[in-house]
């Protein structure tokens, strides 16, 4: 089982910047890797951005050039560096987890609490 923390969510305005932080702890063998999605009210949960173990990452076209993930392994945690927001970033934003169990077991994604994060003059 894996048990995600996120903190740095708050009030920003438009132009600033917030940094996300994902703690993962637990029992589990190994992190495929970690991830942010957000989901703002209404509409569906979507991809922002994804880092590997390996430290391959993935953005979603709403976060390229704007927004940077990271990874520590050591430290089993991630972050979402987000510049240049805007009131259209405002959401809760959930960091996402894939990890195998033990060595033999399959993938399974495990889901932080959430983070609010609002953009607003």
């Known amino acids: 089982q894996v048990r995600l923390v996120e903190s740095g969510g708050g009030l920003v305005q438009p132009g600033g910047s917030l940094t996300l932080s994902c703690a993962a702890s637990?029992?589990?063998?190994?992190?495929?890797?970690m991830g942010w999605y957000r989901q703002a009210p209404g509409k569906e949960r979507e991809l922002v951005a994804t880092?590997?173990?390996?430290?391959?990452?993935e953005y979603a076209d709403l976060a390229k050039g704007r927004f940077t993930v990271s990874g520590d392994n050591a430290k089993n945690m991630a972050y979402l560096q987000m510049n240049s927001l805007k009131p259209e970033d405002t959401a809760v934003y959930y960091c996402?987890?894939?990890?195998?169990?033990?060595?033999?077991?399959?993938?399974?994604?495990?889901w932080g609490q959430g983070t609010q994060v609002t953009v607003s003059s």
């Open positions: 996402n987890v894939r990890a195998r169990a033990t060595f033999f077991s399959g993938i399974i994604p495990y």
């Open positions: 637990g029992s589990f063998f190994s992190i495929i890797a």
């Open positions: 880092i590997t173990s390996g430290g391959s990452t």
